[in-house]
């Protein structure tokens, strides 16, 4: 338990840093900013594919039903390590906060059915590149992360960074607003990782 919670924590760690980035990349520029850091946010999922770390939805798409326990253990070590990487963004010269505010408030206005939604396309995205790069095959990746944000899909573990790098007075505000949307962001991240399993046939996406 404390091997897979330390995997998970550093899992979360890299993700909110590529979060840090994405958001720093938008504040020094407004027209490429947001595209450059959707590319250099593939570097997070990389380094977690990479070291083998435990991530909510590199992991989701492979559980069986005695593993939930452990797929939840792991979103908590996820969500702590975006905490940890948020405490950079309250020390930074460049106004991460209000950036994470911004989306934050566009999750609010999307709304918790919906935001469950789009988590469901992310989802989907995060396993195809995952199960193409345990074969060696990362170009799936690197294009899958660009688009799940280009898309506007929502991701539970960069979305913990957001919003843990909001400022405290939006969140005694919105707190139980969060809530309800993370939950069905959660939801519907699960769905979306577990799609091909209950689209296709097995043999389709297992080797003998």
């Given at each position: 338990?404390?091997?897979?919670?330390?995997?998970?924590?550093?899992?979360?760690?890299?993700?909110?840093?590529?979060?840090?980035?994405?958001?720093?990349?938008?504040?020094?520029?407004e027209?490429?900013?947001?595209?450059?850091?959707?590319?250099?946010?593939?570097?997070?999922?990389?380094?977690?594919?990479?070291?083998?770390?435990?991530?909510?939805?590199?992991?989701?798409?492979?559980?069986?039903?005695?593993?939930?326990?452990?797929?939840?253990?792991?979103?908590?070590?996820?969500?702590?390590?975006?905490?940890?990487?948020?405490?950079?963004?309250?020390?930074?010269?460049m106004?991460?906060?209000?950036?994470?505010?911004?989306?934050?408030?566009?999750?609010?206005?999307?709304?918790?059915?919906?935001?469950?939604?789009?988590?469901i396309?992310?989802?989907?995205?995060?396993?195809?590149?995952?199960?193409?790069?345990?074969?060696?095959?990362?170009?799936?990746?690197?294009?899958?992360?660009?688009?799940?944000?280009?898309?506007?899909?929502?991701?539970?573990?960069?979305?913990?960074?957001?919003?843990?790098?909001?400022?405290?007075?939006?969140?005694?505000?919105?707190?139980?607003?969060?809530?309800?949307?993370?939950?069905?962001?959660?939801?519907g991240?699960l769905?979306?990782?577990?799609?091909?399993?209950i689209?296709?046939e097995?043999?389709?996406?297992?080797?003998?």
């Amino acid at each position: 338990m404390i091997k897979i919670l330390r995997s998970s924590i550093f899992a979360g760690i890299y993700i909110g840093v590529a979060g840090f980035g994405f958001l720093a990349s938008g504040i020094q520029s407004e027209i490429y900013g947001p595209l450059v850091g959707a590319v250099l946010f593939c570097l997070g999922l990389m380094a977690v594919v990479g070291y083998r770390l435990k991530l909510y939805t590199g992991t989701a798409g492979y559980i069986n039903k005695n593993e939930v326990g452990e797929l939840f253990l792991i979103l908590l070590g996820n969500i702590l390590g975006c905490f940890l990487a948020a405490l950079f963004s309250r020390v930074s010269p460049m106004d991460i906060q209000a950036a994470a505010q911004n989306i934050v408030e566009l999750r609010l206005r999307t709304g918790a059915l919906r935001c469950g939604i789009l988590g469901i396309g992310c989802g989907l995205l995060m396993t195809t590149a995952v199960t193409f790069a345990k074969e060696k095959n990362i170009l799936p990746l690197l294009f899958a992360v660009p688009l799940f944000i280009v898309c506007g899909f929502t991701h539970c573990v960069a979305d913990a960074f957001y919003y843990l790098a909001t400022p405290l007075a939006f969140w005694k505000l919105h707190a139980l607003e969060i809530l309800g949307v993370y939950v069905c962001t959660v939801l519907g991240n699960l769905i979306g990782c577990n799609l091909y399993r209950i689209v296709l046939e097995k043999t389709q996406y297992t080797r003998e």
